[in-house]
Structures are given as C-alpha cells and as structure tokens.
C-alpha cells in the first residue's frame, strides 16, 4: 500500500525538520518529504491538516504479559493499545512465564508479533536466567535472537559482583543493559511513597532514597568498568541529580522517565486507590518539578511508559495486596504533549525523546523520516478531546490512575512499515 | 443534629460536631451501662457481625457487649488468616456475610485502608475496629470521653503520646480526634518510630526527648511497644527503649500534678510502663476500657440512624 500524508505539521528531530510537509510513503518505506507532493499511483491519501506528523513513536519499557499471563495481556491486544497510543514501536520487558532468558521465548514472541501484532516488537532478554539473580544469562545468544537489551525489570540484580560482570559482560557483546534500580532491603514491605501521604494512610513506605541508592550503585559500577548503563522509570528528585553528575562527568548513563512520574504525586493514592499503585511509587511535588527539570535539561534522555496490565481481580483487593503496575500506552501521548503545552520540552525535543532516542540508544533503525527509512509514522491529533474509559482502552487490563478523565491529544493514525494500522479513536 | 455517615472508618472523616454527638451519645448510654438490666431495645431486630481478621480481646469483646446491651443479635467471625492469598477474598467474605442480611459488619483487618474498600462492595454499614497503622477510631473516641470525664473538656489540654507512632492506629485516631476539638498534642519517640511529616496531622509537635512531652501535660498517652512490628532494626531492645521512653513515677513527675495517665493495652507493664505508673492513682486505664463499652454503643447505635433510647 502506498500513502500520501497530506498537509501535516511534520516533525521529524532527525533532519531538523519542522514544517507544513506531505508525506509519500512506497513499498513500506519513505519515499519523499516536501511541499505539495503528488500522490503516487494507487496510494491513499491521508489528510494530516492540523494534525503532527513524526516517526513512529517508540515506547521503550513495556509488559506485554505473553507468554504465560494472558489474562492480563497478550502480545495482539498490548500492540493494539500501543498503535492506538500512537505508538509504531515497543520493547517487552522479560518478566513472562517462562521469562525471555533463551531464544525460543525470544523468537515466539518476534514470530507472534509479526504474524498477529500491529507494531513492531523489540523484546528485551534477561540479565540472570530466570531472572533469579544468581548466573548471566545467555546475552550473546539473546541479542542473535532479536533482544535489543537485557533487563531484569521489576527485580533489581541485588549481587553487585553479579551486577558489575553484567555490565561488563553485555558491553562485550554490545547489548544494553536496563536497570530497575531499586535497593530492596529499604523497599521492605513498602507500597507506597514514604512522606506525609504514606504516614496519613498509615500505609508502609517506601523511601525515595531506596532508588536514589541503587540509581548510584548503577553509575558507579558502569564508571568503574567503562560500561553503559541505562536506568527505567527514574521517580525521585535524587536519582535525577545522581544521573545529571554522572553525566556531566562523563559516564555513559542513560535513562527513562514515565508519564506518571511527571503527571502525578503519591496524593493520587488517597482514598486507597489501587491503580494509582506502582514501583517505583508516585512520589512527590519536588520529585515531578525534579523531573520535569530533568526532562528540558536532556538529563532524562526518553519518556517511556512502563506499561503494566493486571487483572481486575489483581488491583479490586485491599491496597496491600493490590499487584503493581498501570497501563499506559494510551495515555502516554496526551500526557507527554502536555509538557509541549507547559513550554517545558518543544516537540521537536518531545519527538526525539518519544522516537529518536529510544531508537538510537537500542540501534532500532528507526525515529526518522529520512528518504529510505522504514514507514513508520505516527500522525498525532493535538486537538482531540477524548475520555478514559474502560471501553475506550484496547488493551486487555483497564488498571490506568486517569479512568474517567478527560485527554486532550490523541493518534489520528498510526502506520507501521507503510502499513495504516489503527485510524482514530 | 443527625449523623449522616452510613460508616464510622476513620476520625478524620468526622468533623468536630460529630465527634462531639458520639461522645455526648456515648455519656447517655452510660447511664443504660449502670442499670441493673443493662439493656434497652434499640437496636432490636438489627444484626452485627463482628468479622476479626486481627486477634482482639478487648476490642472485640467490647463490641460485643455493645452490641447486645443494645438487643441487636451479634455474631463473632475470626477468619484464620487474613491473606486475600489464601482462599477467599475479602471482598468474597464480605459478600457472602452480606447475603445474610446483617445491618453492621464491625472489622478489623490487619490491611490499612480495607474498610473503604469493604464499603464500596456492601450496602451494610461498616464500623472501623481497626486497620493496619490507619485508624482505631473506637479508641480514639473512648480516650476523647475518658479525658473529657477528667476535665470536662477537649479544647486546650497538652497531650503527650509517646511510643511508636508510625505502626500505632491509635496515635492516628488520637491525633485526628484531640487536635479537631483543640488540643495540642506532644509526641516523643525513637525517630526511627516517627513516622514523616506528622506534624501535618494538626496540632501536632515532635519532641527530641520524653522529657520534653511530658513536661507540664494534662495527659500522657503511653502506647504498646511491640516486638513483633518495630523487627529488629527500629531499636537495640526493650531494654534500652524503656530507659528512655518508659513511663515511671519519677518521670510522670514532670507532668502536671493531676495528669492522667492512659494506654490503649494491652500493656508490656515494665517496658513502656512501670507497674506503680498502670495501677497508680494518675491511672485510668480501666476507666478506658469501661468507656469502650459506652462509645461503642454510640457508634453502632449512630450508624443505624439513631432513634429513641429507652
């Protein structure tokens, strides 16, 4: 199918370009961007008026619960959220049953995707088989298989020897590694953000510092084996500050932020509220202003939404035993494009942290519109006013803080490798 | 004026006017505690379950009495463990006690913020026993009459708690309750027992020392120490706890002269309290306990919409 995006404002980082542009899409691939282009044979024109046209936005941390936990998402319903989000692109975490520590988990979940799925996906492998914490996994055999980085996402490698060979070990191979920088110990039996909110709810908490400590631990073992590191879901003011110093100096750190984190405090969780249940926890006004901060400053180079389906039966319980996690690619692009509107990123800086920079920092290929590159394209109504409803969301599990709000942003169309995969809501 | 909530779960809630209608309530049924048939038949007719996930003796028996002095038909449930985990939910529990018609479900559940979540799933009513380190909000209003009976007031009165504040619900319910009718509240502790950004509660001032608490209080709340909440890495032991934030009679001096002397028990007598403190004159412990009966008659008798008592 060939494609004539008309009219739209396309930014795309990658080439400096943010202008009134059509679009011509052949064979899957770029063709041409420029003024008052025409419309190849047999192609369909999609009318971008008003609209933003950039490379496919890439979300690089999110569970796609398949395989073994289908009944919270599979890899069909969580690609179908994720074009509805705008998104062309995403990296599953290893956290299935059985865990991607091997290729045979790998290659089912790029073989599902390619035959079922509406976007790409890229999984992300183990550090530790099994995610147990004790042996490396197979990385060199993981990255053959299509694993664009290792991660034992939701259980942070607490050995620092363990930890330190990891690092050393996938910088061999050139694979990166992501870590969920979490000191346990100070977690505990932590459910929620360890300030005034926590101590009014009489809920156990989890001090900010427990991030901020493992967030250096990271840094100081990359430095020390001139290794990358990449650190998900940055939540507090101090593992912000640690980054920006270890940058500054030099270390080849990297790291994400989530919506939630720039959005919302633990005041989310009053009245008990399991959705607004996750780990990191939300934390508080200084950490979003540290965040934000931290997002217009480049300290925090990507915005990923560390989408986390649950069953309902997993977050209507009591809070303690309410499971952590919320979905969010959905709710990813209007909440990002409110940081455009608060003039704190340009959307050029949004789109590089939302596509460009994901891509580069996993070697994806993609977050461009140069002649030639793959079609993925995410075309974005800036306008468009819609609720979160349970039924508005495609995917599986409904566990989002925002049900009931209402969003300004939406995706008017999401194409993959040329394709038109999802048209509006 | 009309108690409108359908659930007592939490002193902060409340607002003062209401506080104040279960505590003037809870003096009248006072009255029906000291006849010789101790029972009038309010609550005829009504059911309550009293579903214990926590052990209790005191609090459960309490309500029990409560309950039946009040002729409603009290049914006691302790399920074996609490873990929505291990067999059924809280939620399944719930519902299926719900089927049997009761009016008030009493619980007490060891999950902070369990009752909100109960109340969303039935129409009965839902009377907090306690949960988790959230609220007691019973306790919290039999220590208000238990002072009000000493100085007939809540307004301007130095409370000292001194204790574990962060795991204690009763500190919760205290501070909520004591500082809406006008009290200052002083409390002391190991910091590692001080929860963050307590001062925010109300009127409420974290002293470096017991010393500094206690010192001119009208009332010194001492609260339960417990073994198996603080672990290992919140003090040294009960040994050295007691020497710095035990209550004796050379300390107790500190406070005013005819300061009372509360806790919430049940009492480690020798840790938090010295044996001379818990039966010494300044006392009243067991004024507490009798109270407990009163308060919580007003409380189920409140939630079940009032009416006339006989």
């Known amino acids: 199918m060939n494609l004539l995006i008309k009219g739209g404002r396309v930014i795309d980082p990658s080439q400096g370009i943010d202008d009134t542009l059509d679009v011509v899409v052949e064979n899957g691939l770029v063709k041409e961007i420029g003024k008052d282009l025409a419309a190849p044979a047999g192609a369909e024109t999609i009318d971008a008026t008003g609209k933003y046209v950039v490379p496919g936005l890439i979300d690089m941390h999110v569970h796609l619960r398949d395989p073994g936990l289908e009944y919270k998402e599979d890899i069909i319903s969580g690609t179908r959220a994720a074009v509805a989000g705008g998104f062309t692109s995403v990296c599953c975490m290893p956290n299935t049953k059985p865990a991607i520590d091997n290729k045979a988990i790998a290659s089912y979940i790029i073989n599902k995707a390619k035959t079922d799925g509406f976007c790409n996906v890229f999984p992300v492998g183990t550090i530790t088989q099994g995610m147990h914490g004790d042996r490396l996994a197979e990385m060199g055999e993981l990255k053959e298989s299509g694993c664009v980085a290792v991660s034992d996402d939701g259980k942070p490698v607490k050995n620092s020897e363990l930890m330190r060979r990891a690092l050393q070990y996938a910088a061999g191979i050139g694979i990166m590694v992501i870590?969920?920088?979490?000191?346990?110990?100070?977690?505990?039996?932590?459910?929620?953000?360890?300030?005034?909110?926590?101590t009014e709810l009489g809920l156990k908490g989890i001090p900010r510092v427990a991030e901020d400590i493992a967030t250096a631990r990271e840094i100081m073992l990359a430095e020390y084996v001139g290794a990358s590191i990449h650190i998900a879901h940055v939540s507090t003011k101090g593992s912000v500050r640690i980054i920006r110093e270890a940058k500054a100096r030099g270390v080849k750190v990297t790291c994400e932020t989530a919506p939630h984190y720039f959005t919302l405090t633990d005041d989310a969780v009053r009245g008990y509220n399991t959705n607004a249940k996750m780990n990191p926890p939300l934390r508080e006004a200084d950490d979003v202003a540290a965040i934000k901060a931290g997002l217009k400053d480049g300290t925090i180079d990507c915005i990923a939404t560390d989408h986390a389906p649950h069953h309902l039966d997993e977050k209507d319980v009591e809070f303690n035993e309410a499971m952590n996690g919320i979905v969010g690619l959905e709710t990813s692009l209007p909440l990002s494009l409110k940081l455009v509107d608060e003039g704190l990123l340009t959307l050029s800086q949004l789109v590089e942290k939302m596509s460009c920079k994901p891509s580069e920092l996993l070697g994806l290929g993609r977050g461009s519109l140069k002649a030639g590159s793959v079609a993925d394209i995410s075309v974005i109504d800036p306008q468009k006013q819609w609720t979160v409803t349970e039924a508005a969301l495609a995917s599986k599990s409904k566990n989002s803080p925002w049900l009931g709000e209402s969003m300004t942003g939406a995706a008017a169309c999401t194409v993959v490798g040329g394709k038109v995969v999802f048209s509006g809501r | 004026m009309e108690f409108k909530h359908k659930d007592i779960i939490a002193l902060r809630d409340l607002?003062?006017?209401?506080?104040?209608?279960?505590?003037?309530?809870?003096?009248?049924?006072?009255?029906?505690?000291?006849?010789?048939?101790?029972?009038v038949p309010?609550?005829?007719?009504?059911?309550?379950?009293?579903?214990f996930y926590e052990s209790s003796t005191r609090t459960r028996t309490s309500f029990e009495i409560a309950g039946k002095r009040l002729s409603a038909d009290t049914v006691n449930i302790a399920p074996s463990n609490s873990s929505a985990t291990k067999g059924e939910t809280l939620a399944d529990t719930a519902l299926n006690l719900l089927a049997m018609k009761p009016d008030i479900i009493v619980m007490r559940h060891a999950v902070s913020g369990s009752h909100y979540f109960l109340s969303k799933k039935v129409g009965c009513s839902i009377i907090n026993a306690g949960d988790g380190a959230h609220e007691h909000p019973s306790q919290g209003l039999l220590d208000m009459l238990t002072i009000k009976d000493k100085f007939g007031r809540l307004d301007g009165l130095k409370v000292a708690m001194v204790g574990d504040i962060t795991h204690s619900r009763v500190a919760r319910s205290d501070i909520q309750g004591l500082t809406k009718m006008g009290s200052s509240i002083y409390l002391a502790g190991p910091p590692t027992m001080m929860p963050p950004g307590v001062e925010r509660l109300g009127n409420v001032t974290v002293c470096g020392t017991m010393k500094e608490a206690i010192q001119d209080a009208d009332v010194v709340i001492m609260l339960r120490i417990q073994q198996e909440r603080q672990g290992k890495t919140l003090m040294p032991n009960t040994r050295e706890y007691s020497r710095y934030f035990g209550l004796n009679p050379e300390n107790l001096k500190l406070a005013k002269p005819d300061a009372m002397v509360m806790h919430p028990g049940p009492i480690n007598r020798g840790v938090e309290m010295s044996s001379y403190v818990v039966d010494g004159n300044?006392?009243?412990?067991?004024?507490?306990?009798?109270?407990?009966?009163?308060?919580?008659?007003s409380m189920l008798y409140h939630v079940c919409g009032g009416g006339s008592v006989e």
Request: charge should be negative.
């Open chain 2, 15 to 39: 607002s003062k006017a209401e506080i104040e209608l279960l505590i003037s309530t809870a003096e009248n049924m006072r009255e029906v505690n000291s006849r010789d048939i101790k029972k």
């Open chain 2, 282 to 297: 300044q006392s009243h412990i067991l004024k507490q306990v009798e109270n407990g009966v009163a308060v919580r008659m």
């Open chain 1, 179 to 198: 870590s969920h920088a979490e000191e346990l110990e100070l977690v505990g039996e932590g459910v929620m953000n360890e300030g005034f909110t926590s």
């Open chain 2, 42 to 51: 309010t609550l005829r007719g009504k059911t309550i379950i009293n579903l």
